[in-house]
């Protein structure tokens, strides 16, 4: 997938400005920046939400997974992830339960899940929906310590069964260290640091990997 010269303008001020970036098939890309910098806008003009200036190409589907799990509420489980497949791929959702550690919970309705058992309900349904890029908007970023630790093992898991091409904002360096191959910073709208992350999700948890520093320094830098 290859982002040329794109810029994205509300009114006359600059969302993105100017941004080229060629995201690697296959691999992990988590996208930093401090509030404002241009992730979510980013992420809505890969899936085609927004109009822009320049050429998105080779995204092909887009799935996407969001802070929130978003699951309708008059729907069981079961329910809410046959909305993105097809009937010959329904045989596909009792796999993916038990993969998220839901089997047996195919006929609750989300208010009776907890909040870790929701999210991962919308993990199920992001790998689930048939894509060629998966979008992630800071998915981990409001759960607690514990939680955040599964669901981060989870998603590797799932992600080294397909091998996809994930682009993952976050902006929590510890999480962009131990999930991503890349990390790209943005500032004001405009790529700064373009920073490669070594091995293979999921790192150890409980580690320091060096990227975590470089990552720091290139978000704190005037």
């Given at each position: 997938?290859?982002?040329?010269?794109?810029?994205?303008?509300?009114?006359?001020?600059?969302?993105?400005?100017?941004?080229?970036?060629?995201?690697?098939?296959?691999?992990?890309?988590?996208?930093?920046?401090?509030?404002?910098?241009?992730?979510?806008?980013?992420?809505?003009?890969?899936?085609?939400?927004?109009?822009?200036?320049?050429?998105?190409?080779?995204?092909?589907?887009?799935?996407?997974?969001?802070?929130?799990?978003?699951?309708?509420?008059?729907?069981?489980v079961e329910g809410n992830l046959k909305l993105v497949l097809s009937k010959e791929n329904y045989k596909n959702i009792a796999?993916?339960?038990?993969?998220?550690?839901?089997?047996?919970?195919?006929?609750?309705?989300?208010?009776?899940?907890?909040?870790?058992?929701?999210?991962?309900?919308?993990?199920?349904?992001?790998?689930?929906?048939?894509?060629?890029?998966?979008?992630?908007?800071?998915?981990?970023?409001?759960?607690?310590?514990?939680?955040?630790?599964?669901?981060?093992?989870?998603?590797?898991?799932?992600?080294?069964?397909?091998?996809?091409?994930?682009?993952?904002?976050?902006?929590?360096?510890?999480?962009?260290?131990?999930?991503?191959?890349?990390?790209?910073?943005?500032?004001?709208?405009?790529?700064?640091?373009?920073?490669?992350?070594?091995?293979?999700?999921?790192r150890d948890f409980f580690s320091h990997p060096g990227e975590e520093d470089a990552l720091v320094h290139a978000l704190m830098?005037?």
């Amino acid at each position: 997938m290859k982002l040329v010269s794109v810029s994205k303008f509300y009114q006359t001020a600059a969302a993105l400005r100017d941004v080229s970036l060629d995201i690697e098939e296959g691999k992990i890309t988590a996208v930093l920046g401090e509030s404002g910098a241009g992730k979510t806008t980013l992420l809505n003009v890969i899936a085609g939400n927004l109009p822009f200036e320049g050429s998105v190409e080779g995204v092909g589907k887009v799935s996407y997974l969001f802070q929130s799990p978003k699951l309708l509420p008059n729907l069981t489980v079961e329910g809410n992830l046959k909305l993105v497949l097809s009937k010959e791929n329904y045989k596909n959702i009792a796999l993916m339960l038990r993969k998220v550690g839901l089997e047996g919970k195919e006929n609750f309705y989300p208010k009776q899940l907890s909040g870790g058992e929701r999210q991962r309900v919308a993990i199920a349904r992001a790998f689930l929906f048939p894509h060629d890029v998966l979008l992630m908007d800071e998915p981990f970023s409001s759960l607690d310590l514990s939680l955040k630790k599964s669901l981060l093992s989870l998603t590797a898991e799932l992600w080294r069964e397909q091998k996809e091409t994930v682009v993952f904002v976050t902006h929590d360096v510890h999480e962009a260290a131990l999930l991503a191959h890349r990390a790209v910073v943005l500032r004001k709208g405009q790529v700064t640091d373009d920073i490669p992350i070594g091995g293979e999700p999921l790192r150890d948890f409980f580690s320091h990997p060096g990227e975590e520093d470089a990552l720091v320094h290139a978000l704190m830098r005037e």
